[in-house]
């Protein structure tokens, strides 16, 4: 017989034989004729076949559908996610008795066939795969499905069958697989430029995945290039990856985001955050000092680089000169992260010229320049400075004549040098002899140490050197002879003093015989001291240096200069930076002047360098000078910590920054819509800055999460400290004693326990324990009624005698901040005899037990192998009638039997009956 179905899609011929007439064509019948027709035509699309539900393409004006759905609600399409479980909803709604009822696919290694995966038969659950769990009954056959493989995806069938029909529909089951998604960072160079790669991918992914890049919330900039590569499977599923490349000197954002979509995600827009590296610009500088070694003066220029990443390239740039004589002496200090490089050679060289540090660093636009000019020295002429000694009526500068008399001792002829060498020395001979005995140079003097004889006079010449600089003076030393004297009468001395206008004169009269008259002035050397202190000014300290010069009228000059002599460079620097304030000179009402320079300098320019104080005063032969050492500046310190607060539900998040010579500015990098409390506290110890910044937030907000402070500063600082805050879980609280579950329902509610203590016992706990990896938590016990109970460490503590009134509920809560986990504990009091007795009881019963045991399976195996019924005894009497009782209302009519067809006679069995007899004696052994 030959039959059309005319569908929506076309017109289909099925042929079958006349035997198979049916009253009613249902969806049963032409079912494996459709499914065979989908697969011979279009077998390439096995995931795709026609389904036999209604659908857009096939609808009940279309083809001849029986009207069966109204009693049976089906999801029609599910989505599943490869690894995880999903629900197959099917329940049928009709008034009619199930006789089976099963899930089922069509079997494509056996054509017009269906599995059956899972259902109820002969009203029995049952489940053939084991991906599937049983159906909850056989009206309602939702069941809980793995998805355990990508061909899981097709359609599936929901049947119920009644004695008259059966009424199927169909879902289809799409399967996804959620990628695997990977981040790895790399590097490379080309073309001396560093690059970084930075590679994600999502892998094994169904649909595929698609991927893009931010930076700080936007997308990439046109400096950097994205790559995209796509591989796809033969089980459907597909990888893709991106591959973000950057050079690194253009990189300010420490992170890049890579932004993956996909529907299987938890969130479809998930963030990746990849760490990479950055270029920080350093803080380039140049210092000259000139250090003295074996006798030999050296000059040393350090150039350095702090704070900068990588390490700044550093090359010292002389003007057209050998360099073979430069001594170089490179240091590297990690604490400060700065790379230093020194070059040290002999003093004589390179004066007056300027020395240039070149830096290169890949955060540089251009080549970064510091040059320094080193001094060019001099020495102009040697000088005597002793004007008592010298003669008059000498008017020539290339010598110096110096009128000594016979039998003097203790003589010194002081010279002074002319120049601005930083030391000299001085050399003297007699007639281009060595000098005669007695006759030495000591410092810048040349000292007669004996009494002055007459060999002594001649012409003596005295060099000051110091390397190639020279200059040199000659002394014409003349001694007068000893005269002797005719005995004179002393004068008549007197001495006036008087005060006119504010002056004090002091007068010398010696009366006849004729008398010299001279004065011997006292020495009366000018008090120098010299002090420092700080002040800070927009987060920059500056030093204060203050020199005072307390001397007799006139006033003193003050000066400054870097280091332990004065030079020109060493003054032009200072007079760059300097502010320097020279206060009126105080006059004092004993006749002394007090002079005060206030020097202003900037902390960090002039760290651990030498400032001097150079008094000029009549009462001087030479300039005095006072030196301080200004302080070396530590390096900062920074760190970031979290913390929790005392009394507070709140923690802290400190940012810190302790300087010398230059605060910082402080920033929390959190994330939008933050309501925590930010405060700020900075203040000044001297030239250190102390500053922090602290954040207030609850736990729960960031655990977990990294807090990044950002430390920036005027001078090109730019660091950033992250903190990690912890996450913290308390998983449950566990009862250490042996108790035994009192009620322990299905679900997710909470297991009471059950725990006996004993009766009129002293100093019984319960000890606790709480699981997770919180620091410490509060742990309190409550009874049902709310009242709190004695708690002694972990464990609840019964001090007393234990009666009646101690059992009850007890409820024992551990929390930390928003986590929390509690027990419940049921408390039973027993005394011993109660104990006692439950022994007795549970051995008893079990013995019991046994017995039955033996005595059922005897009378057993003797009702078989017996020719006739045994005679009843009588200690099973009571047990008879107690298995009589407990049988199905059918039994209890009388004797049962059951005839078995065909048997041969109606022969009837006795129907055999087991039974459990289970005893539950609680107790606490």
């Known amino acids: 017989m030959e039959f059309m179905y005319e569908c929506g899609m076309g017109v289909l011929f099925l042929r079958r034989p006349a035997s198979d007439v049916v009253p009613k064509l249902t969806v049963c019948d032409i079912l494996p004729d459709i499914q065979a027709w989908t697969l011979n035509r279009w077998p390439e699309n096995q995931d795709t076949l026609l389904s036999l539900r209604r659908r857009e393409a096939l609808t009940t004006n279309q083809c001849i559908w029986p009207d069966m759905e109204e009693d049976m609600e089906i999801d029609r399409n599910v989505t599943g996610i490869l690894g995880e479980d999903i629900f197959l909803r099917c329940q049928y709604l009709g008034q009619n008795d199930i006789t089976d009822a099963s899930w089922k696919r069509p079997d494509y290694r056996m054509k017009r066939s269906m599995k059956k995966l899972t259902g109820y038969k002969n009203n029995k659950a049952f489940s053939k795969d084991p991906d599937f769990s049983a159906p909850a009954s056989p009206t309602n056959l939702t069941v809980k499905m793995r998805v355990s493989t990508l061909e899981a995806q097709g359609e599936y069938t929901c049947v119920f069958a009644t004695d008259d029909e059966e009424i199927t529909n169909s879902m289809l089951l ?47 900039t046109d400096d950097s290039s994205v790559g995209m590569r796509n ?402 500046l530590d390096s900062p310190v920074m760190r970031v910590f979290v913390a929790r607060q005392r009394g507070s539900p709140l923690w802290l998040a400190v940012c810190e920054y302790r300087g010398d010579g230059l605060g910082a500015h402080l920033t929390w990098v959190l994330p939008d819509n933050t309501t925590g409390h930010i405060s700020f506290r900075s203040w000044y110890e001297g030239v250190r800055v102390l500053t922090n910044l602290t954040y207030e937030f609850p736990l729960a907000l960031h655990e977990g999460q990294d807090l990044t402070c950002l430390i920036q500063n005027h001078h090109g600082l730019k660091e950033r400290r992250t903190v990690h805050v912890p996450r913290y879980y308390i998983s449950s609280v566990r009862v250490l004693n042996q108790t035994t579950p009192l009620y322990k329902p299905y679900g997710d509610e909470v297991v009471i326990h059950r725990m006996s203590l004993k009766e009129n016992f002293h100093n019984q706990r319960i000890l606790l324990k709480v699981n997770g990896n919180v620091p410490t938590y509060s742990l309190t016990c409550h009874r049902n009624d709310g009242s709190l109970v004695q708690m002694d460490g972990e464990a609840l503590l019964f001090q007393s005698e234990v009666t009646e009134r101690e059992a009850g509920l007890y409820t024992c809560h551990a929390s930390f901040y928003h986590h929390q986990a509690s027990v419940l504990i049921q408390v039973e009091v027993t005394s011993e005899n109660q104990q006692l007795i439950m022994v007795f009881i549970v051995c008893f019963s079990s013995a019991a037990a046994i017995t039955i045991l033996l005595i059922v399976t005897l009378c057993v195996f003797c009702k078989i192998n017996g020719d006739r019924p045994a005679p009843k005894r009588e200690s099973l009497a009571a047990l008879t009638s107690l298995t009589q009782d407990l049988c199905s209302p059918e039994l209890r009519k009388g004797k049962a039997a059951v005839t078995v067809p065909g048997g041969g006679g109606g022969q009837e069995y006795n129907q055999l009956l087991s039974y459990s007899i289970v005893i539950d004696a609680r107790s606490t052994v």
């Open 231 to 632: 591989t796809s499977y033969t089980n459907g599923t597909a990888t893709v990856t991106s591959i973000l490349r950057f050079p690194t000197h253009l990189q300010d954002q420490d992170m890049v985001t890579c932004v993956v979509q996909h529907p299987t995600l938890p969130d479809p827009t998930t963030h990746v955050t990849v760490r990479v590296e950055t270029f920080v610009a350093p803080n380039v500088t140049i210092e000259t000092y000139l250090v003295l070694e074996d006798g030999e003066e050296f000059w040393v220029v350090t150039c350095g680089a702090a704070g900068g990443r990588p390490q700044a390239d550093i090359t010292l740039v002389l003007p057209n000169k050998e360099t073979s004589s430069i001594l170089q002496k490179e240091v590297v200090m990690d604490a400060a992260d700065t790379w230093v490089r020194s070059y040290r050679f002999p003093a004589e060289l390179h004066e007056g010229e300027n020395i240039t540090c070149l830096f290169d660093h890949p955060k540089f636009p251009h080549r970064e320049l510091r040059t320094v000019t080193l001094p060019a020295f001099y020495l102009s002429a040697v000088r005597l400075l002793n004007p008592g000694l010298a003669d008059s009526s000498n008017e020539s500068q290339a010598v110096e004549s110096v009128v000594l008399e016979e039998g003097q001792s203790n003589t010194t002829i002081r010279l002074k040098v002319v120049g601005d060498v930083p030391r000299y020395s001085i050399v003297c001979t007699k007639e281009q002899q060595s000098l005669p005995e007695g006759v030495a140079v000591i410092g810048s003097a040349l000292t007669l140490q004996g009494p002055v004889e007459l060999y002594h006079a001649g012409m003596y010449e005295c060099e000051a050197s110091y390397y190639s600089h020279r200059a040199s003076v000659q002394l014409d030393i003349t001694v007068n002879p000893q005269v002797k004297q005719p005995v004179t009468v002393p004068p008549s001395i007197r001495i006036d003093v008087q005060d006119r206008l504010g002056d004090r004169l002091i007068e010398c009269l010696a009366a006849v015989p004729v008398a010299n008259v001279s004065w011997v002035l006292p020495e009366a050397p000018p008090n120098i001291t010299i002090q420092s202190s700080s002040e800070w000014e927009k987060d920059v300290a500056h030093t204060l240096v203050q020199c005072t010069v307390d001397s007799v009228g006139p006033a003193a000059t003050i000066s400054w200069s870097l280091g332990d002599r004065d030079s020109d460079s060493s003054t032009s620097q200072l007079m760059e930076v300097q502010e320097q304030v020279q206060g009126q000179p105080e006059l004092h009402a004993n006749g002394s002047v007090t002079v005060r320079s206030v020097l202003r300098l900037p902390t960090s320019m002039f760290s651990g360098q030498n400032v001097t104080c150079v008094a000029d005063h009549l009462g001087l032969e030479i300039p005095e000078r006072r030196g301080i050492l200004l302080r070396v």
């Open 174 to 220: 799409t399967v996804l697989a959620r990628p695997d998604i990977h981040t790895v960072v790399t590097e490379d160079t080309d073309n001396a430029t560093h690059y970084q790669s930075v590679t994600c991918s999502a892998t094994n992914g169904k649909p595929v995945a698609l991927i893009r890049w931010e930076i700080n919330g936007s997308p990439p």
